[in-house]
């Protein structure tokens, strides 16, 4: 069993590993934090993805107390403005298109039908409909919820959350700046020297130093497989700002500019802003300028620059270093997935790490390949929102559309393109319906599709589009809107009930 376990940084993967940890580990071994006040955390990364919550529940994470410590709103999904082409929008909402991908097509229905009566594809998404009109409830999940959602937060407000639910779990923290990694013959890594002197000693270290990737970078050199020739955006500016109105989005808000794209996203205290751009394709001063046009409110702080390279350390685990979080790799945030891969190779540690078999060379061999495979993964659904646009008015959106793609997301558009078939290959983040949103909202139907949808007669197929679009609006006209439901639940004491619907 592994007995000292270190985990180098205090951000929201190091806390993450913390509280995982000692939730799993209570009363076994040790697990010390390192942190530095002094070189602080990265402190964006504000929208996740649904599977935090269950990264809550299974370490025992209360969702309102949660979402009251991190000023914390609900996440149906995101809306993307201008991705297509200037003045367009969609919607990709953590939904369960159902049956639209059930035996009838219903999609291909909708398309093969090409009927304005039927509105927006999203009106036959129940998530993407409640989306438009602002309103949100948790689901019912008696039975299989009809869509998921995920939260929106302070990252810094949630890392001090970890911080003091780990520590009354028994992490123990040390507050120190690493100077030296000294390593063994063997090439493991044996303690890690502090500025003031002391040392600190470990068998497992965990190596969660967001960018500066002291240990898995640094010291063992591990190589960085490069994704910036497919995703080039390497800066962001980040501006909170003002709250403005009563109104709060159940989603984030991302919107194409010339040279990479805004984000938008509404906390209970403030709305955070920033622009994530490609310095090849702008400016990174009008980068700025642009970004601050954006913004909803009064500026909050002096909008901060951060610099990055899109891909990861080929490998994750080397010797007794696992890397998580920003030191491992880093994919754009437009899918808001950098906490979900934190969280998936946190999970598939956890699992080796309570494993009764001893940990060998195979197992650390599969978490390294399964690593990489969900980077690519991702990499690929993250391409899919750039190439198929229609925008060619900046030098951006000129090359993202006519850019070599990877061998496996080429495959997957033509399977798309020429059979109607949403193609799934292993450990994916995003399942078909997430693709069948991309690909819908840029427009891009399939020329051929299978011969059994006109099997149904026309006229039933449109039947049954419009009553399911009659039946979701019903649904959702007496839903709340979101910040009602966040005020009530906010103003409930600790235990009552959720708000009713
Ligand atoms: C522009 C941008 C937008 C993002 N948006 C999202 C988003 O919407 N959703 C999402 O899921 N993710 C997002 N991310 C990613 C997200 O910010 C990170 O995945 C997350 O915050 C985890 O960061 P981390 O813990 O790996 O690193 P950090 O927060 O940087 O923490 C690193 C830690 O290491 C410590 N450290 C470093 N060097 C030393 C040293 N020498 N000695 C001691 N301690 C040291 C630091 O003090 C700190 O505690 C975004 C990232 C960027 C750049």
Same mark, same amino acid.
């Given at each position: 069993?592994?007995?000292?376990?270190?985990?180098?940084? !205090?951000?929201?993967?190091?806390?993450?590993?913390?509280?995982?940890?000692? /939730?799993?580990? +209570?009363?076994?071994?040790?697990?010390?934090?390192?942190?530095?006040?002094?070189?602080?955390?990265?402190?964006?990364?504000?929208?996740?993805?649904?599977?935090?919550?269950?990264?809550?529940?299974?370490?025992?994470?209360?969702?309102?107390?949660?979402?009251?410590?991190?000023?914390?709103?609900?996440?149906?999904?995101?809306?993307?403005?201008?991705?297509?082409?200037?003045?367009?929008?969609?919607?990709?909402?953590?939904?369960?298109?159902?049956?639209?991908?059930?035996?009838?097509?219903?999609? %291909?229905?909708?398309?093969?039908?090409?009927?304005?009566?039927? %509105?927006?594809?999203?009106?036959?998404?129940?998530?993407?409909?409640?989306?438009?009109?602002?309103?949100?409830?948790?689901?019912?999940?008696?039975?299989?919820?009809?869509?998921?959602?995920?939260?929106?937060?302070?990252?810094?407000?949630?890392?001090?959350?970890? +911080?003091?639910?780990?520590?009354?779990?028994?992490?123990?923290?040390?507050?120190?700046?690493?100077?030296?990694?000294?390593?063994?013959?063997?090439?493991?890594?044996?303690?890690?020297?502090?500025?003031? !002197?002391?040392?600190?000693?470990?068998?497992?270290?965990?190596?969660?130093? !967001?960018?500066?990737?002291?240990?898995?970078?640094?010291?063992?050199?591990?190589?960085?497989?490069?994704?910036?020739?497919?995703?080039?955006?390497?800066?962001? =500016?980040?501006?909170?700002?003002?709250?403005?109105?009563?109104?709060?989005?159940?989603?984030?808000?991302?919107?194409?500019?010339?040279?990479?794209?805004?984000?938008?996203?509404?906390?209970?205290?403030?709305?955070?802003?920033?622009?994530?751009?490609?310095?090849?394709?702008?400016?990174?001063?009008?980068?700025?300028?642009?970004?601050?046009?954006?913004?909803?409110?009064?500026?909050?702080?002096?909008?901060?620059?951060?610099?990055?390279?899109?891909?990861?350390?080929?490998?994750? =685990?080397?010797?007794?270093?696992?890397?998580?979080?920003?030191?491992?790799?880093?994919?754009?945030?437009?899918?808001?997935?950098?906490?979900?891969?934190?969280?998936?190779?946190?999970?598939?540690?956890?699992?080796?790490?309570? /494993?009764?078999?001893?940990?060998?060379?195979?197992?650390?061999?599969?978490?390294?390949?399964? %690593?990489?495979?969900?980077?690519?993964?991702?990499?690929?659904?993250?391409?899919?929102?750039?190439?198929?646009?229609?925008?060619?008015?900046?030098?951006?959106?000129?090359?993202? /559309?006519?850019?070599?793609?990877?061998?496996?997301?080429?495959?997957?558009?033509?399977?798309?393109?020429?059979?109607?078939?949403?193609?799934?290959?292993?450990?994916? !983040?995003?399942?078909?319906?997430?693709?069948?949103?991309?690909?819908?909202?840029?427009?891009?139907?399939?020329?051929?599709?299978?011969?059994?949808?006109?099997?149904?007669?026309?006229?039933?197929?449109?039947?049954?589009?419009?009553?399911?679009?009659?039946?979701?609006?019903?649904?959702?006209?007496?839903?709340?809107?979101?910040?009602?439901?966040?005020?009530?639940?906010?103003?409930?004491?600790?235990?009552?009930? +959720?708000?009713?619907?």
């Amino acid at each position: 069993m592994v007995q000292r376990i270190v985990i180098v940084g !205090g951000g929201a993967a190091g806390w993450m590993t913390a509280a995982a940890m000692t /939730a799993s580990r +209570r009363g076994r071994g040790s697990v010390e934090l390192v942190e530095s006040e002094e070189i602080g955390i990265i402190g964006v990364g504000e929208a996740t993805f649904p599977s935090i919550r269950a990264f809550n529940e299974r370490v025992g994470i209360d969702e309102a107390e949660f979402l009251r410590a991190t000023h914390g709103t609900y996440k149906l999904g995101i809306e993307f403005r201008d991705w297509h082409s200037v003045g367009d929008r969609y919607f990709h909402t953590f939904g369960n298109f159902g049956s639209l991908l059930g035996p009838y097509m219903l999609w %291909g229905q909708y398309r093969r039908m090409a009927d304005a009566s039927l %509105g927006e594809f999203g009106e036959q998404c129940l998530p993407t409909a409640m989306a438009m009109q602002g309103r949100f409830v948790v689901p019912d999940e008696d039975g299989g919820a009809p869509y998921k959602y995920a939260y929106h937060f302070d990252a810094t407000l949630y890392a001090a959350f970890l +911080r003091d639910f780990s520590m009354r779990r028994g992490a123990r923290r040390i507050e120190g700046r690493i100077v030296e990694v000294i390593r063994a013959e063997n090439g493991d890594v044996k303690r890690l020297r502090l500025a003031d !002197g002391r040392e600190v000693e470990g068998d497992l270290f965990i190596d969660c130093s !967001g960018f500066a990737s002291l240990l898995l970078g640094r010291a063992m050199k591990e190589p960085f497989v490069d994704f910036s020739r497919w995703l080039p955006v390497d800066g962001a =500016w980040a501006c909170p700002c003002e709250r403005v109105g009563e109104a709060l989005t159940p989603y984030t808000r991302a919107t194409a500019l010339e040279g990479g794209w805004a984000w938008r996203i509404p906390l209970q205290s403030r709305t955070g802003h920033g622009h994530v751009f490609s310095s090849r394709h702008i400016d990174p001063d009008v980068a700025r300028e642009q970004l601050m046009a954006q913004l909803d409110g009064k500026p909050l702080t002096e909008p901060r620059l951060l610099r990055f390279t899109t891909g990861h350390r080929e490998r994750f =685990w080397v010797r007794n270093v696992v890397a998580l979080g920003l030191s491992s790799g880093f994919l754009e945030p437009l899918e808001s997935t950098s906490i979900f891969l934190i969280q998936t190779n946190l999970a598939h540690l956890m699992t080796l790490l309570e /494993a009764k078999a001893p940990l060998d060379e195979t197992a650390i061999a599969d978490f390294n390949a399964r %690593g990489a495979r969900e980077f690519r993964r991702i990499r690929d659904f993250i391409i899919l929102h750039y190439c198929l646009t229609a925008r060619r008015d900046s030098a951006l959106w000129r090359d993202m /559309a006519t850019m070599d793609l990877p061998d496996t997301l080429a495959y997957k558009i033509d399977l798309w393109r020429h059979h109607g078939v949403l193609h799934q290959q292993q450990d994916e !983040g995003f399942d078909e319906t997430s693709w069948l949103a991309i690909h819908a909202g840029m427009r891009h139907w399939p020329q051929r599709t299978d011969p059994v949808l006109n099997e149904l007669p026309l006229d039933h197929a449109r039947d049954i589009l419009q009553r399911r679009r009659e039946a979701i609006a019903r649904a959702v006209a007496p839903l709340p809107p979101h910040h009602a439901y966040l005020a009530r639940l906010m103003n409930l004491a600790q235990g009552a009930q +959720r708000p009713a619907r």
